[in-house]
């Protein structure tokens, strides 16, 4: 019998905390974080992270978990999640795994294998200069000449993936995202529903602008000061994120606070769209469109259930 598995997925900003506390509190479940920020502790309003008092009580897991400056990526990521998952299912209760990161979800789902190849730390250290020198897009571009694919999927000032995707093609001859999609062909070796929530691009458009001027309202600028306090650097892992290198970039002057905030608001878009881009590849998903449902909590919780019902899992 293979063990049960629940993902909840989708853009930013179209509500899967709250679909996500409903659902485990309906299956008696436990939430996995699949956030790339959220990991980060100090680091709450940029990530929109949840709030304690909005868990109603639901365990969850890789949430505060590290400090800033320590890295955070897929391999760590995959390695957390499954130590996470023993803890659950020996507990007797179904893990959650809620996010939009979803190469971090596949790396759990089909438990990808991320060994096969040895780091290059020469090669590693000669990329890492190049991105100093001539900046992100340079060693973006050099990917495109090798891996278009990677090249499409990893964002330009994600250095740390596009170095390690350079990386693979030298070791081994091979684009990355073609050992990646021959693991992704393997079966799942979970009983697994894999939701993705959607709705109306406007609409989720609309609660992004939202969004980000609420974090502004709630001290963003404050907590990225504090962040900077603390040691924190713009070329971090953490401050990558969207939100934090382009209030960084307004402290130093650079660009004006209402410059960051439409930034932010574009970048989150586009951001949003390339997750959708991502979830319309994966295969065996189940949408779950709002607007289908009227934007009715109940009715998109009995909508999952009766899926989770079908495949056995609840």
Known sequence: MKQPLIILAGPTA????????????????????????QVYRHMDIGSAKIKPEEMQGVPHYLIDELEPWEDFNVYRFQELAKKYMKEIYEKSKIPILVGGTGFYIQSVLYDIDFTS???????????????KEKGAEHLHYMLQQVDAK???????NNVKRVIRALEYYKQTGQPISKHNEEERRKTSPYNFAYFILNDERSTVYERINKRVDQMFNAGLVEEVENLITLGCRRDMVSMQGLGYKEVIDYLSGEISLEEAAQKIKQETRHFAKRQLTWF???????WVNKNELEHNNQKILQYML???KEKNIY
């Open 150 to 156: 990677s090249a499409e999927e990893i964002h330009v």
């Open 306 to 308: 009766s899926m989770l």
């Open 117 to 131: 190849t040895d780091a290059d730390n020469g090669y590693r250290e000669e990329l890492e200069l190049l991105a």
């Open 280 to 286: 319309r590849r994966e295969r065996d998903v189940l």
């Open 14 to 37: 179209v509500g899967k905390t709250e679909a996500s506390i409903e659902l485990a509190k309906a299956v008696d479940g436990k939430i996995i974080s699949a956030d790339s920020m």
